[in-house]
């Protein structure tokens, strides 16, 4: 299927972002967005999803966390876009149900290139660390408008606010390797029935 990787970098006045995927790695990462728990949950994307990663992120921390987390998610998403091409061959739909101790987390997604999320996660208390928990959903919606995901995500029950986080960005690894998988029985051809990826149903 060729080289499947892709490479952005988008510098405005509040972040400087430098991101590489392979699509068809290990899931190998070097990630440096000087956010110590994204660092982490990234690292578990890459490690579950099989895509290697790399991130360098420089963003206006000594504001807050919002413009790094923000512009990542859109960095990773457009990167993650450029690798799949045209999406000839994919498998398309993938899933994953996440156990993390007392948490149980559910992730659908269609690499469909219409962006949607679907977002049914709450949390009990309004930071993880220094991190504001309201970021994640930007995190993820940023992600899935720029790769081009219809992403569903549904914590389904859980207690502890790292658990809940962890179990999505791990369930979101695992559906997405489904989703960009090869399928050997379709390696030449666009899963749709439009013949083209994207625009309306």
């Known amino acids: 299927m060729g080289n499947r990787t892709g490479t952005v970098d988008r510098k405005t006045k509040e972040t400087s972002i430098s991101v590489a ?12 967005t000087g956010i110590g728990f994204l660092d982490h949950m990234l690292d578990q994307l890459s490690r579950h999803s099989l ?9 206006d921390l000594h504001i807050d966390f919002h413009h790094t987390t923000e512009d990542t998610g859109i960095c990773i998403g ?13 498998r398309r739909w993938g899933e994953a149900t996440v156990p993390m101790d007392e948490t149980l987390t559910r992730v659908a997604l269609d690499a469909s290139n219409r962006p949607y999320l679907i977002w049914k996660v709450s949390f009990s208390k309004p930071k993880l660390g220094e991190m504001d928990t309201e970021l994640f959903k930007e995190w993820f919606q940023a992600f899935a408008q720029n790769a081009g995901l219809t992403l569903h995500i549904e914590n389904l029950y859980g207690e502890n606010n790292h658990h809940i986080v962890e179990s999505c960005f791990k369930g979101l690894a695992r559906a997405l390797r489904q989703a960009i998988e090869i399928d050997p029985r379709k390696s030449d051809a666009i899963p749709s029935t439009k013949g083209v990826l994207g625009g309306s149903l």
């Open 21 to 32: 995927v392979d699509l068809d790695g290990s899931g190998r990462s070097q990630i440096a």
């Open 51 to 59: 895509i290697d990663l790399k991130v360098e992120a420089k963003g």
């Open 78 to 90: 457009e990167a993650v876009a450029k690798a799949l091409g045209d999406r000839t061959g994919i």
